[in-house]
RNA sequence: GCGACCGUAGCUCAGUCGGUUAGAGCACCAGAUUGUGGAUCUGGGUGUCGCGGGUUCGAUCCCCGUCGGUCGCCCCA
């Protein structure tokens, strides 16, 4: 047994994992690159109050946070949005217009790990700030879609559940209920997927008994699957700040339409995010069998910057958590072989023929090729085995024969052909070698 | 924070109705093998049976606790 273990909800990544990790973190670089995003890092410690300033006091509980040696209350970050908030807020003035950022970075947080979730992971978070219209949201969902088409994941693996959190208060505004009936009967929406009718316990509980004809047209609002069931819907209603959300969805449903990605979106009105800061559109990305955790999830949140001491800034921002989407992946076989092999592989006659090679080992090396060799003397045989193993396309082969010949033996291992070599033509051969092909 | 199940080698697991020195496959290491291929053969156990305590003549096995894991609840930014 280990003398010492790494703590409960910490992974170790060994070379393996390690390249699995970079691998989707590579795909999800290129993703946001190619949108235009700019990618951006930030402290993995801050203050405490950042997060209780955005989520309350409650946070606390469900972060690794501790005094520092100055006094002062710190926390690890549980999530980027607060601090990228903080970020872009400072430069606003002078950063241009729309503001798109990334990042991939890791976080923290205090829980029970479970499946798809550990106390550490990393996150791919986009922002786009100071764009009010829907245009931003397309631009984001659009993103979201392609971080996870781009490891081959299709319609049929994943969808991105779409809803709206203005839509939801105007709604329920218009049906004549007060602002903490509002929150609290939003709350009942959002857990009403896992408990059923059990969900309006809430509202009862601090409201009294919730008026049949009101819970019936709540859930009748929750059934709605697509925009003119909504528009059927609230046609009787009416109302101009109704008809101007009905306007944006029309909008954010075609253009990613336009886009291709109607088939990878569903309009879903049970999706509400527990967080009180969105404030439009919200989404979360699931996969179609039902058996994970969100793979992602963002939506609007327009008045988050102002709130953390900036200016009032539009935004709309989505993160990908790395595990469930590992398990994803994995379970649909989308994890390639990320073999890591050496270029050329050095067989060495003896000790005389390990310093005759030395020299090109360094060259080629500096030449930028994956060069090995053996680092204790062995048999050509077994140098014959590891370059194999090594996954090397080439060997180069530095015997006595040769060496007595002024050449080296530049043997192509899959097609199991060899060459003599002068050797000053080493790096050249192997060159051109590689390069055609 | 709560609950259920689980914990034997690097991995997957066997095992002991409580009994000598704890096993297999894979992996790994060495040799056969000092001039050519993933093979084969030989050898190597690499282990605090998670940890601590209890019961017992004797515990890897039974009991309690604890730590860790898995899954779920709470929470989910």
Redesign the pocket.
């Known amino acids: 047994?280990p003398l010492f273990?790494?703590?409960?909800?910490f992974r170790e990544f060994p070379p393996e994992a390690l390249a699995r990790r970079n691998h989707i973190f590579r795909l999800w670089r290129q993703a946001a690159l190619t949108f235009g995003f700019v990618e951006y890092d930030a402290p993995v410690v801050e203050s405490l109050e950042l997060?209780k300033a955005k989520?309350g006091e409650e946070?606390e509980q469900?972060?690794f946070s501790f005094t520092d040696k100055g006094g002062r209350e710190v926390a690890l970050r549980?999530?980027m949005?607060p601090t990228v908030c903080r970020m872009v807020g400072a430069k606003a003035g002078s950063l241009k217009r729309p503001i798109k950022w990334f990042s991939i970075a890791e976080f923290y947080?205090?829980?029970?790990?479970?499946?798809?979730?550990e106390r550490a992971f990393f996150q791919f978070n986009a922002d786009l700030f100071g764009e009010a219209g829907v245009e931003a949201d397309i631009e984001l969902i659009a993103l979201l879609v392609q971080c996870l088409t781009a490891f081959g994941l299709t319609e049929r693996d994943f969808f991105v559940r779409l809803s709206d959190r203005d839509l939801w208060c105007y709604y329920l505004e218009a049906l004549g209920l007060d602002e903490p009936r509002v929150r609290v009967l939003l709350t009942a929406i959002d857990?009403h997927e896992?408990?059923g009718d059990g969900a309006f316990q809430v509202f009862t509980d601090a409201f009294g008994p919730l008026d049949p004809a009101l819970k019936g047209k709540v859930l009748a609002f929750l059934q709605i699957k697509s925009l003119e069931q909504l528009a059927a819907t609230l046609a009787p209603v009416g109302g101009g700040k109704l008809m101007g959300r009905l306007a944006d969805w029309r909008r954010l449903l075609d253009g990613l339409a336009a886009m291709g990605l109607a088939r990878f979106v569903e309009v879903d009105l049970g999706v509400v995010?527990?967080?009180a800061y969105y404030t439009g559109f919200v989404f979360e990305a699931f996969d179609r069998q039902g058996e994970l955790?969100?793979i992602a999830?963002g939506g609007r949140y327009n008045h988050l910057v102002a709130k953390l001491g900036g200016p009032d800034l539009p935004a709309v921002g989505f993160?990908i958590g790395d595990v469930t989407m590992g398990l994803l992946l994995e379970a649909r076989g989308l994890i390639p072989a990320l073999v890591q092999a050496a270029d050329v592989y050095t067989v060495l006659?003896?000790e005389e023929e390990r310093k005759a090679a030395f020299g090109d080992i360094q060259a080629l090396r500096a030449a930028g090729y994956r060069v090995e060799y053996p680092l204790?003397?062995l048999?050509?045989?077994?140098q014959?085995?590891a370059?194999?193993?090594s996954?090397a396309r080439l060997?180069l082969?530095y015997?006595?024969?040769?060496?007595a010949r002024g050449v080296v033996?530049l043997?192509?291992?899959?097609g199991?052909s060899?060459r003599d070599l002068p050797r000053d033509q080493v790096l050249a051969a192997v060159r051109d070698t590689l390069a055609g092909g």
């Open positions: 047994m273990q790494s703590l409960p909800g997060y989520s946070i469900q972060l549980p999530e949005t947080r205090y829980e029970r790990a479970q499946k798809g979730r857990k896992k408990l995010r527990g967080l955790r969100a999830g993160a006659g003896g204790r003397p048999a050509f045989g077994k014959f085995k370059a194999l193993e996954g060997a082969i015997g006595g024969d040769e060496l033996k043997r192509d291992l899959a199991r060899e």
